[in-house]
């Protein structure tokens, strides 16, 4: 058995007496995809910012690497591998690619005090690391991010996020506002950083891309863990009943039949 290397014991986490999160427990485990499932207001974004670094839990604990961890703060969590892309890419459409795949770790030249940003290594390497995961239309470092489409911003952030030591990758909706060729983009990068050993989190409500590429699930309604299931232990038709909640959907197809008159072919 693999040993997890990012672990929620009954993590819960309340805003102002209101709980977002009620007693969650998780694993992620290095080469292993861990789809968390859930329709708006579910709780996933919530989830992913206690992961992050970004709140911490009102009880319950995390563990890395098998050790307790208290996150202070999002580098807190960078520091030890945990790496988080955001829905959007998180990057800054008036920058270069290479600036934005080097904020904050800018390779510079010269001697101190007088150092200035090494643009061209900078830009060989964004170059490189984007061509890795199947970008080869970015030939040219200065080319301003704006200029890419939204796949491309994907794959530039989550290979910043590789390239600087990621060892569990958090995806937050990155395939809901692209084109089915670009989502399918990302959901092969997923893949590739599985084979890599990377543990990746693909925050989701699309059940179809979460089963391409999915080890583990796990479903959140309202703050709480639905349902958890490995790989082949749950149908398509199963897990969106359950997200959508059984007793509604059976009562919306029961009444869109009930206005719905008989198809008369010509």
Not at 61 to 71: A, L
Not at 108 to 131: C, N, R, S
């Amino acid at each position: 058995m693999v040993a997890p290397l990012l672990k929620l014991n009954d993590v819960s986490k309340s805003f102002a007496g209101s709980n977002a999160l009620s007693e969650i427990s998780l694993e992620v485990k290095p080469g292993e995809v861990l789809c968390l499932l859930g329709d708006n207001g579910a709780g996933k974004s919530t989830l992913i910012k206690v992961l992050s670094g970004v709140h911490k839990p009102t009880s319950g604990t995390i563990e890395v690497d098998g050790q307790q961890r208290v996150f202070e703060s999002p580098k807190d969590a960078g520091d030890l591998g945990i790496a988080t892309v955001h829905q959007y890419g998180g990057t800054f459409p008036l920058m270069s690619v290479a600036r934005c795949f080097f904020v904050g770790e800018e390779p510079t030249k010269g001697v101190w005090p007088f150092h200035y940003f090494d643009k061209k290594t900078a830009g060989l390497i964004t170059v490189q690391e984007m061509q890795k995961l199947g970008i080869t239309r970015v030939t040219d470092g200065s080319r301003l991010v704006g200029s890419l489409s939204g796949g491309e911003r994907q794959t530039l952030a989550i290979a910043r996020a590789v390239y600087f030591g990621a060892r569990v990758l958090i995806l937050d909706e990155p395939t809901s506002a692209l084109g089915v060729k670009q989502a399918t983009h990302v959901l092969k990068i997923i893949m590739q950083a599985r084979a890599q050993g990377i543990a990746v989190v693909f925050v989701t409500h699309n059940v179809m891309h979460a089963m391409a590429v999915g080890d583990q699930f796990a479903v959140l309604i309202h703050g709480e863990k639905a349902d958890e299931f490995r790989k082949g232990e749950r149908t398509r038709e199963q897990i969106t009943d359950l997200m959508a909640g059984g007793e509604a959907m059976a009562a919306l197809e029961a009444e869109l039949a009930s206005l719905t008159g008989p198809v008369r072919l010509p």
